[in-house]
DNA sequence: GGCTCTTGGGTAGACATTCTACGGGAGGGT
DNA sequence: ACCCTCCCGTAGAATGTCTACCCAAGAGCC
C-alpha cells in the first residue's frame, strides 16, 4: 500500500457535475459503487475525490431516473457490491449531459475571455 | 425596443458558478447591479440568464469576503443605484476564481473524454 | 396632481446537491 | 477471536440558485 497521502487540496465538485461523470464512467462499462468512484478519481487524474455521501444519493437519484440500472453481485474482492450499467435511456442521457456541460463551458468561456486573462 | 422574447432554452448555473462571472465583469469596470446582470447576459451570449434573487445574494457575499465595495450612486436612467467595483484582494480574487475554473474543466474533460464522445 | 410603466434594490422560502460523520455487514489474515 | 479492509447506506449541515414576492422613485401621459 502505497504510501496513499490524502490530496488536501481535490477540486470540490461543482453542484450538478456528479451524475454526468458517473453516466460517462459507466459508458466504459458495468461497475460497482466504489468502482465507479475509483475510476472517476482516476481519470480525473486524482483532482477529485467521491464522496460516499455524494456517490450513493446520486447512483439512487439516476436509478430512479430510469438511466441506469443496478444488480447485486460479487465484486474481484470477493465482496457483496451493488453493480451499475448504463440503461438504453441511461445512454442517450450521456450525449444530452455532455452537451449541456460543453454549452456552458462555452459561455462561461466568453465571459471569462471578455476582458483578457486577468494578472497577465 | 424590444421583441425581447425570452429565451426558454437558457443554461441554468452551476452552483459556484455565479462568483467568477461577477467578479471577472467587475473586473471590467465598476457598475451596479442590474448592469452586472444584463453584462454577464450579453457577454455569455444569452446563454446565462442572472436572477435577482440569486444576484443581491451574490453580491452581499462578495462584499462580506472583501472582493467588492459598494457604494451608492444614479444610474444613466438616473435610478439610485448601488453600484460595485473590486477591491485589491477581489483583483487577486479573480485569478484564483479563474484557475480554479480552469483546473476543474480540465479535470471534467480528461473523465469526459476518456471513452471518445458518445454520440458525436 | 394622479395614474401607470420601468428601473433598481431587496428578502423569504423552496429546492437541489454536495460534504461530513456516522453505522452496519461480511470476507481475509493472523 | 480479533482486527483490518471492502462495500453499501443514511442523516443532517452547509451552500448556492430559483421562484415569488415587496418597496422606492423617476418618466411619460393626461
Redesign the interface.
Known sequence: MSTQEPHSDR?EL????LD??IL??L??GRRHGQGIARA?EE???D??LIDHGSLYPALKRLEKRGWIVAEWGVSANNRRARFYELTAAG??R??VE?A??H??????G???D??G???G
Not at 461543482?14 to 457535475?17: E, F, K, S
Open positions: 477540486i461543482l453542484q450538478g457535475t454526468v461523470l460517462k464512467t459508458a466504459l472517476i481519470t480525473s487524474g483532482e477529485f445512454r442517450a450521456v450525449g455532455e449541456r456541460w454549452r456552458l463551458v462555452a459561455a462561461m466568453r465571459v471569462l471578455a476582458g486573462s486577468a494578472g
